[in-house]
């Protein structure tokens, strides 16, 4: 009799021919107890029946019942996660977290059996977000119980989220701070111990000091195998340990010590009965990885097909070495394996097999993008896909010197379009397409984010009750907006159009430069133009030493002084970033697009000096500015798709806060609003009125924002953030404002400044609106001037009121600023003009709109003209008929 019949079987018979009836949770924990007795796939669905009738029944839920139905999802999740199904085993481990916490259930250890292994699977799906305020809410739960054993477990599991997540400064003072000052057991100290050694290493990455690393992290590992070896029952920890050391030496290119290393936490592995599917795959993935280093390729692959073989139902290595894309699915091993399977062709100078490896990667990154909620998670997400992507781009551009084929540069500029600005593009499609109720989620699920942000900039004065209840109420939001997500479809990118792209690039009179910073090389496609090819690929080093060039230029705008300071410096150094960046020559349009990525998003390009000259007179230096119109833009699809502006009349909303009588007080934006105020209708907020509140509430009316005020844009811990007169704003808080403008003018300090991420950009205020739905922005690269910004807008305004596009605006009040007789030469540094850059469209609609009206109408009216001569011509054709009738 097949296993589900006799379980169903056993269920019916309790009830029917039991002494009395069994109640709902008798029930459930039957069904628990038969299936972990005999845990199966279909064992699973049987249970997924038992909670639906649970629900679907109309009788009372007790607490016994609902606290059945939380132990029955536990009991799910942990064995979802051993047969490989993380996804579901996340849900399932959701549903018993809600559930505990809506009906405030008692009497488990729901740390323990739920929030333990749910914050390990969110670190293991790339959840950061989720995964960090789990563990901070069971710490505080534990901590609250006197829990020591539950906190340890927390920081232990905390510091592989700040691991994995790239913040390895921070892991490292958790971990150093917990071994000085806890009470801890050997196996305790042993793990802390061995995290703390995967930390010192990549920590070293970043720091590029790997001969301090080595000896830190192997110092570490040591004493870690010390503590695990005094402790019994500990085989799974050592041999972590183990391969710890194995991974260390292998880096180290001391391949003895490495396969003997490994090969203790093998035999040590094998010896624990119950892994998960998981848990083997990374080992063998491990195994590869090592034997890759080693150059031993055949026993390379194999362990990569047993990853497969591990992960993927009915996989045969003998059918083929490639799993078919409809059997993959969303799952960081598998990523791993197929990730170092095309190295390894790449390697065997085998290129088109190595894209077609990668090509099965990205549809797996877009799946686990789908499952993650919070905007820090995306992101660390998409830098993964963009390191895929400069491989890729890399073989494209290898295969194309040697075919001479411009579909390689194509699908290589199409990679490379995919991750620009990803997450922007996602989450801006995401708003336009979702409910109102899933719209209420997302600002809900961004409040809390921000309470606990603005409770943690406080440092040790912050309340650590208010940032769990916080946690708590984020927890709660992220649950429900979960249930939404799961209706929608996730957002797939489609290829942009390059027949469109170049057309618009011709009509625009445009040449588009599109960098891509990766690793080991900055590359930069040239679309548009006078150039033979439509587009082409070229790249120059992005190490750290040709990355310094840019930083030394930009460095030259951190302080006022700086540029008058070194003039010939100035002179010299913008000249060499100029020739590194390697405009085209010969060109004759009149416009330049950048698409800027890495280090580049920081540098204004307008201020580049194209040929260096002796003279000190800013004035008649050779700036860039003079060849080209420049208009910056975050990823191509953003240039092509630019919506229409809308068909209003050019109305500003201002917010002028002015701080009067305070040390930060803006005397010259009152110039400023006098000078807007006197040339355009609009509403205008001035000192203690111009709040956020009262910006809130209008901003949707008028096509124009203009924010004069302070601003800041944070560092590594803290958010970029912009001062209104009530109250400093996150950037993220900017995000789900009302506003469909025509353009937004940040004039404040460092507007288009914020912690940088590859490909995606910086998270400034000028992001927040960005993401608010703002497609033309002007906004700044560094701290600016009150007066000679003052000056600036003045000009910038000037031709705005007489129609010239927002792009064209621009430029001409640079170029105004430096031919202006009454400021002096030190004050028309570059630093004084440049800061304020340019991002949208070329065209200004508003002024096509009225040309297009015009000519509509003469068109018409010609129309009508020829029509009525039509008319009359028929009618004098009739009455001829007519007359030779009568004759007749």
């Known amino acids: 009799m097949p296993k589900k019949i006799i379980f169903l079987y056993l269920l019916i018979s309790l009830n029917v021919f039991g002494q009395k009836k069994h109640t709902q949770e008798d029930i459930t924990y039957d069904a628990i107890d038969y299936f972990v007795a005999n845990p199966s796939l279909e064992g699973i669905n049987n249970l997924n029946t038992i909670e639906a009738n649970f629900w679907k029944n109309q009788d009372k839920k007790s607490k016994e019942g609902l ?40 009497d488990y250890d729901i740390i323990d059996y739920c929030l333990k292994p749910l914050g390990n699977l969110y670190t293991i799906m790339g959840d950061y977000d989720n995964a960090e305020n789990t563990i901070k809410h069971y710490y505080f739960i534990a901590n609250e119980e006197k829990n020591e054993s539950a906190k340890i477990a927390a920081i232990i599991n905390l510091s592989n989220v700040y691991q994995s997540s790239g913040k390895n400064s921070m892991a490292i003072d958790l971990l150093e701070n917990t071994l000085k000052t806890a009470k801890l057991s050997s196996n305790q100290k042993g793990i802390l111990l061995n995290n703390l050694g995967n930390n010192y290493l990549l920590h070293a990455k970043e720091l590029n000091n790997y001969p301090k690393a080595y000896y830190q992290a192997e110092e570490s590992y040591e004493r870690a195998l010390q503590f695990l070896k005094t402790e019994k029952n500990q085989s799974e920890a050592l041999s972590n340990c183990y391969r710890n050391l194995a991974s260390l030496n292998g880096q180290k290119s001391d391949f003895k010590k490495a396969n003997g290393y490994f090969e203790k936490a093998k035999t040590l592995f094998f010896t624990i009965k119950n892994h998960g599917v998981r848990a083997i795959a990374k080992l063998y993935y491990e195994e590869a990885l090592l034997f890759s280093k080693q150059n031993k390729t055949p026993q390379a692959l194999q362990s990569i097909q047993l990853v497969y073989q591990t992960l993927i139902p009915l996989y045969s290595s003998q059918k083929r070495n490639i799993p078919l894309q409809s059997s993959l699915y969303a799952e960081t091993i598998l990523l791993d394996a197929l990730d170092l399977q095309a190295d390894i062709y790449n390697q065997q100078n085998q290129p088109k097999k190595a894209l077609q490896v990668y090509s099965l990667c990205f549809p797996i990154e877009e799946l686990m993008s789908g499952l993650l909620l919070y905007e820090n998670s995306k992101i660390m997400n998409q830098i993964r896909m963009s390191n895929r992507s400069e491989k890729c781009i890399a073989i494209y551009n290898n295969l194309y010197k040697k075919e001479n084929k411009i579909s390689y540069i194509e699908q290589a500029f199409q990679l490379a379009e995919h991750t620009k600005s990803g997450v922007l593009k996602s989450e801006l499609s995401r708003n336009r397409s979702a409910s109102q109720k899933e719209k209420q989620k997302i600002q809900e699920l961004q409040f809390w984010n921000n309470e606990i942000l603005k409770e943690q900039q406080k440092g040790e004065s912050a309340n650590i009750y208010k940032i769990n209840k916080a946690i708590k109420k984020q927890n709660e939001s992220m649950l429900l907006l979960k249930e939404f997500q799961s209706k929608i479809t996730t957002f797939e990118e489609k290829p942009i159009d390059l027949n469109d792209l170049y057309s618009k690039l ?80 010969n060109t004759y349009c009149k416009n330049l697009i950048i698409i800027p990525d890495g280090v580049l998003d920081f540098l204004p390009f307008e201020a580049l000096i194209t ?166 922005l002007l906004f700044s690269l560094w701290k600016v001037n009150d007066y000679t910004t003052s000056v600036f807008m003045g000009d910038f305004y000037k031709y705005v009121k007489q129609n010239d596009s927002y792009f064209e605006a621009n430029a001409k009040a640079k170029l105004d600023f430096l031919k202006t007789k009454n400021i002096s030469n030190a004050k028309k540094s570059p630093y004084y003009w440049a800061a304020f850059v340019y991002y949208g469209s070329l065209e200004n609609k508003e002024k096509n709109n009225y040309v297009l009206i015009g000519f509509v109408t003469i068109a018409t009216l010609i129309g009508c003209f020829l029509l009525f001569k039509l008319i009359a011509k028929r009618i004098k054709k009739e009455k001829i008929k007519s007359k030779k009738k009568k004759h007749r």
Not at 77 to 105: D, R
Not at 539 to 547: G, H, M, R, T, V
Not at 637 to 655: D, Q, R
Not at 749 to 762: D, F, P
């Open 67 to 106: 606290l059945s139905i939380v132990i029955l999802n536990c009991n799910k999740a942990y064995f979802e996660n051993e047969f490989g199904k993380t996804n579901q085993a996340i849900t399932s481990y959701e549903k018993a977290w809600k559930t505990y916490q809506t009906y405030q259930l008692t």
């Open 506 to 585: 011709e009509s625009d009179d445009a040449h588009m430069i599109y960098y891509f910073s990766g690793y080991e090389k900055m590359y930069y496609f040239v679309l548009g133009g006078s150039q033979k090819s439509k587009i082409a690929l070229n790249s120059f080093s992005n190490d750290a030493k040709y990355s310094n060039i840019f930083w030394r230029f930009i460095g030259y705008f951190n302080d006022a002084n700086a540029i008058t300071n070194d003039i010939k410096g100035y002179n010299h150094f913008g000249k060499i970033a100029y020739d590194r960046l390697q405009f085209p020559q």
């Open 611 to 776: 040929k260096e000259s002796k003279t000190t007179n800013f004035e008649k230096m050779h700036y860039l500015l003079h060849d080209f119109d420049i208009a910056y833009n975050n990823s191509a699809s953003f240039y092509l798709n630019a919506k229409p502006f809308s068909p209003k009349e050019k109305t500003v909303l201002g917010i002028f806060p002015v701080f009067e009588k305070t040390n930060y007080a803006l005397t010259y934006s009152k110039t400023e609003l006098q000078s807007i105020k006197n040339n355009f209708k609009g509403c205008f907020f001035a000192n203690d009125s111009a709040t956020f509140q009262n910006f809130k509430n209008n901003a949707s009316g008028y096509s124009i924002l203009h924010l004069s005020t302070h601003a800041t844009a944070g560092d590594i811990e803290t958010p970029a953030s912009i001062k209104f007169y009530d109250r400093e704003v996150l950037y993220s808080e900017l995000y789900h404002l009302d506003i469909n403008p025509n353009l937004v003018v940040l004039s404040a300090c460092e507007t288009g400044i914020g912690k940088l991420y590859k490909s995606e950009g910086a998270m400034s205020v000028a992001r927040g609106f960005q993401f608010a739905g703002a497609q033309n």
